[in-house]
């Protein structure tokens, strides 16, 4: 019971991760193309 618990989490975490991840793209990815617009 335990160790699915902790699965659980080390898989939340894991998805958070990628998420963050993610998002830290796309928000690269608008600057990128807010810079080139105005350029």
């Known amino acids: 019971m335990k160790s699915k618990t902790v699965l659980k989490n080390q898989w939340k975490y894991r998805n958070d991760l990628s998420n ?3 998002q830290e ?3 690269s990815d608008r ?3 807010f810079v ?3 350029q």
Request: charged share 35%; net charge positive; proline share 0%.
């Open 20 to 22: 963050s991840i993610e």
């Open 25 to 27: 793209r796309y928000l």
């Open 31 to 33: 600057k990128k193309y």
């Open 36 to 38: 080139n617009f105005f």
